[in-house]
């Protein structure tokens, strides 16, 4: 078993339609990064949260530490969100490693 | 602020024949990582750095496999002799000290080995 997991691992939706992706982790960890990846390859760093939740425009990041669960939302989503969404945490015992999901590749249609 | 730069941002190659990319993280930041990510794949990480030493190279396959940070700026990552399955993105980030600090990534080499 993976120490992230993510769901769904692909997601097609309509646009203007709220998006949810989430993120299941195993280990204790000091941060939970949410990444965007986007065709050409480079990776963005959309949200870093340890707690509580974070908003970024028509981006949401939350995280329940107790439950060792994060989600990533998508309000009125876009075609241009479409993308390859990563979930990476930074466990405690980790000297600042990452640890990556296999990422969630998200369509949105016109 | 300059990203991260890799070069070259693609690559094909043969197999068994050697391959190198290039990584010059952000200015000031200590922290240099190697990831490989295969299609359809999270990224795995290969190597990480701080300054110029090796914090964990466990993922690394070392028969194969090498990389360098010599004045703890700039990094090398070499594949020789290179096989199908290195087919990747290899994608490098860099960071300041701190558990807490975020990562910047750069565009990845795209590496195909027929």
């Known amino acids: 078993k993976n120490e992230v997991e993510q769901s769904p691992q692909n997601l097609t939706a309509q646009e203007g339609e709220f998006i949810t992706i989430n993120c299941s982790y195993s280990v204790g960890i000091s941060a939970l990064h949410w990444l965007q990846q986007h065709p050409g390859g480079g990776i963005v760093s959309l949200f870093m949260?340890?707690?509580g939740k974070k908003k970024h425009g028509r981006l949401i990041a939350t995280i329940n530490i107790q439950e060792k669960h994060s989600s990533l939302h998508i309000t009125a989503s876009h075609p241009r969100d479409s993308a390859v969404y990563i979930c990476?945490?930074?466990?405690?015992?980790?000297?600042?490693?990452?640890?990556f999901g296999q990422g969630t590749r998200l369509t949105i249609n016109p | 602020e300059a990203g991260v730069a890799q070069s070259p941002r693609y690559k094909i190659i043969e197999k068994r024949q050697s391959v190198a990319f290039w990584c010059n993280p952000i200015s000031g930041h200590a922290t240099l990582y190697w990831y490989q990510q295969i299609l359809g794949q999270g990224p795995k990480l290969l190597i990480q750095?701080?300054?110029?030493?090796?914090?964990?190279d466990s993922q690394l396959p070392k028969d194969r496999f090498s990389a360098e940070r010599l004045k703890g700026v700039d990094s090398t990552l070499k594949i020789q002799p290179a096989k199908l399955e290195d087919s990747a993105v290899y994608l490098c980030?860099?960071?300041?000290?701190?558990?807490?600090?975020?990562?910047?990534f750069g565009n990845g080499t795209r590496l195909t080995v027929t």
């Open positions: 949260l340890s707690s």
């Open positions: 990476a945490v930074r466990p405690i015992q980790g000297a600042q490693k990452l640890v």
């Open positions: 980030a860099s960071g300041l000290t701190g558990n807490n600090s975020p990562l910047h």
């Open positions: 750095f701080q300054n110029n030493g090796v914090v964990d």
